[in-house]
């Protein structure tokens, strides 16, 4: 571990990004637990659909403490739950073996300015970022 990242760990200790619990991981048994439980990791095929892509691949529905999590993060001030969804991310199977080998680069969606401005960072960029190099670690294993 870097000098640095000792200091900021005393400094911003490392917190589950669900219930705050100090956890190095970002994301603690008990969170990790309950969210599994009610994961779905389904991906839906629209190879005839009217659509621009081909699958859609989702890790939960959108209610609930899913629902309050995204919002929080969102709106919240809660910059720092970046890691704890990267980190969800990367431990997926099904989203690992079946789309990873697929793409050459993973990308955030764009937010306006003016969104920007207001909440002072790009959700989705937080995440693509933070599960690349948690991707990049595990492949490098």
């Known amino acids: 571990m870097k000098i640095k990242d000792v200091i900021l760990d005393l400094i911003f200790p490392p917190v589950c990004g669900f219930c705050n619990e100090i956890d190095r991981k970002y994301l603690c048994e008990k969170c990790k637990n309950k969210l599994y439980s009610i994961k779905l ?63 050459d680069y993973i990308i955030s969606v764009p937010i306006h300015k003016r969104r920007l401005k207001q909440r002072g960072y790009n959700q989705s960029e937080l995440i693509a970022k933070e599960f690349r190099e948690n991707l990049w670690k595990s492949l490098q294993q």
């Open 41 to 103: 990791s389904i991906i839906d095929n629209y190879e005839n659909a009217p659509v621009y892509f081909d699958e859609h691949f989702y890790m939960f529905k959108y209610e609930k403490e899913i629902r309050e999590f995204i919002l929080n993060y969102k709106f919240d001030e809660k910059s720092h739950m970046y890691k704890s969804y990267a980190k969800l991310l990367a431990d997926d199977e099904i989203l690992i073996k079946r789309f990873i080998d697929k793409y």
